[in-house]
């Protein structure tokens, strides 16, 4: 195997990394559609640290090492932008955080930043636990739910009242966001994402329709936020951002920026929270050591944001789910100058790819690294780590702006449901996944429901 444990060019001469065995023109398309998860893990296993491969139009290397991923991520960014996949998503999210570059992005991260500072962020803390325990009163002992479609609608409510201000009880608009976000989530998976926007296909005018309702959704909610002035939500914050470099947002700027916090702030937590109640159904002891901890910590109280320092295993059940499940299972880079990364000459054009399910369940940094062990965390773990061993938020200037509310929001909800009830497996098969976008439960989480005694 080819472990890079030094990125030091000097001692490690550039040079054309391994390439796995592929077919002609195709390449590990077929591969990667088939099982992608499983083809990353299988070359990882097979070549190491650093493998290249091929789909039509795109060159790739896979880089697995925390060294790599750190000159990827921070020291060689100048020299690379979004890969192509992740650029497609401006179609949905605009010139957004997410894929917009250089002095723009620049520009748009000092506005944004202000709406998302210690402050801010903790005061949405009790909507979050509101709003949570709501979802939680429909909920019966002894039934079975499908959790990822109730925290599917749990988060979509959350995110709609801190970024629009906007509740369920004010007519449709949630539900109308959520449909649009299915479907153009539908559309940015699997072959769907490799068929060009401009053909007519059934797919491509659905997505079209869908970003017409969302955009009409949210260009209305500014349009009112401006009229009436700062309503405590994240729009009415971004309104408000001025700098004397950089003025302030236009409402296409808003626009991009709502509709990524919108995919952000919705279905990565969601996910989050499916994956953390799917793996205290299969680890009772652990969903057992959380309870104990709500009791000492709660007693018979919601939780606040001002007991996360409190609730340390909850915290660490959260930080295990997004290693065994990141929800952001891959990273991508376009090279546009030549650089060194890890040793190796990378032509310009190139498509650079770090993943964190891979990473994530690497055994140098993770002893056994396929069981779910929240207690890891414990002492001081994170410190001990390679910076990019663990990255379910990505890294360097480009870190996920609402790291800290997407933490907060899933410790706050997982608390507020495992107060209520204990969830339990009702198939003993491995979960099945389906890595689009984001890392999504293919056949949903089924969970069985037993009320906690008060």
Known sequence: MQNL????????????????????????????????????????????????????????????HPDAIEQVLVTERDRLIKDKLTRQLSLMLGNGLLVSEGAFWRKQRRLAQPAFHRERVAAYGDAMVRFAERAVTSWNDG????????????????????????????????????????????????????????????????????IADLDAIVYGIIEERRRSGDQGDLVSMMIAATSDDDGAMSDVQLR????????????????????????????????????DEITTQLGDR????????????????????????????????????????????????????VAQWVVHRDRRWFADPLSFRPERWANGFAKTLPRHAYFPFGGGPRVCIGNAFAMMEAVLVLVTIARRFAVSTTDDRPLALVPTVTLRPKDGVPLRLTRRSA
Not at 263 to 285: K, M, N, V
Request: charged share 20%.
């Open 143 to 210: 039934e079975t739910r499908d959790v990822h479609v109730d925290m599917m609608h749990l988060t979509l409510d959350i995110v709609a009242k801190t970024l629009f201000g906007v509740e369920i009880g004010d007519g449709d608009v949630a539900q109308r966001i959520g449909g649009a976000l299915d479907v153009l989530m539908g559309r940015f998976s699997g072959i769907g994402n490799l068929v060009p926007i401009v053909l007519p296909t059934p797919g491509n005018l659905r997505a079209k329709r869908a």
């Open 256 to 291: 991009d920026e709502a509709m990524t916090m919108v995919l952000a702030g919705h279905e990565t937590t969601a996910l989050t929270l499916s994956f953390a109640l799917h793996l205290l159904a299969r680890h009772p002891e652990v969903a057992q050591r959380l309870a």
């Open 5 to 64: 444990e030094s990125t030091d060019a000097a001692r490690h001469p550039p040079r054309m990394p391994h390439r796995v065995r592929e077919l002609p023109v195709l390449g590990s398309a077929p591969a990667l559609v088939r099982d992608s998860l499983g083809f990353l893990d299988r070359i990882t296993a097979e070549h190491g640290d650093v493998v290249r491969f091929h789909i039509p139009g795109q060159h790739i290397y896979l880089f697995n």
């Open 302 to 353: 919601p939780a606040t944001a001002a007991d996360l320092p409190k609730l340390e295993y909850a915290d660490a059940v959260v930080r295990e789910a997004m290693r065994l499940y990141p929800p952001a299972w891959a990273l991508g880079r376009e090279v546009t100058a030549p650089c060194v990364i890890g040793g190796y000459s990378i032509p310009v054009g190139t498509q650079l790819w």
